[in-house]
């Protein structure tokens, strides 16, 4: 595999676009240049003291168009020569490259009214969502609770209706052992 499909093999995996541009993250851009991502670090805190810009994501790490790729490329191969230190490479390709570096525009804001509009709709929907919700649970809670009502009112009449058949079973069993004694003691 070449170079150059390595590196759109790499892109197709884990490339983002933000205003139809290709970015990448630390870990993409470090495979692609064949150095560690420890060194890729070390090599922008370079850049950035020789006023070297990156943008950066939502939570503050290092995105990179692929202008800061091949500007890094250009270091690795400079100081990968030999006659160069790492600092005298990044200052070499700054001061040469600085006029095109400064052509990346920064990433653009979203629209966070638009954002915020989004949000308060899907608040307002699922708080009537909720609302329905606790209504239908107070609704079977209630159901429930009569429903153990009405069997416990039909249990408790079934047992007075045994209690009371068994009572008058036993008052005409007691008259029976009555009507025989009667015939015995005669």
């Not at 091949?70 to 990044?90: D, R």
């Not at 629209?111 to 307002?124: A, C, I, Q, R």
Request: a negative charge; one cysteine or more; proline letters at 2%.
């Amino acid at each position: 595999m070449s170079d150059t499909s390595n590196i759109n093999f790499i892109s197709d995996i884990s490339d983002t676009t933000i205003g139809g541009e290709l970015i990448y993250d630390t870990v993409t851009v470090s495979k692609m240049l064949g150095v560690q991502e420890s060194t890729l670090r070390k090599y922008c805190a370079l850049m950035q003291k020789h006023h070297y810009e990156f943008n950066k994501n939502s939570v503050g790490h290092r995105v990179y168009y692929p202008k800061d790729v091949e500007v890094i490329k250009e270091i690795v191969t400079l100081k990968n020569s030999g006659s160069l230190t790492l600092s005298q490479a990044v200052k070499t390709i700054l001061e040469s490259d600085m006029d095109d570096i400064t052509d990346t525009a920064p990433i653009a804001n979203p629209d966070y009214s638009k954002l915020l509009d989004v949000f308060e709709t899907f608040k307002n929907n699922q708080m009537q969502f909720n609302q329905k919700l606790l209504e239908q649970l107070e609704k079977q809670q209630n159901y429930i609770e009569s429903s153990i009502d009405e069997r416990d009112k039909k249990l408790m009449l079934a047992i007075k209706e045994s209690m009371e058949t068994r009572r008058q079973l036993a008052a005409e069993e007691e008259k029976k052992k009555s009507w025989w004694k009667f015939w015995r003691e005669t």
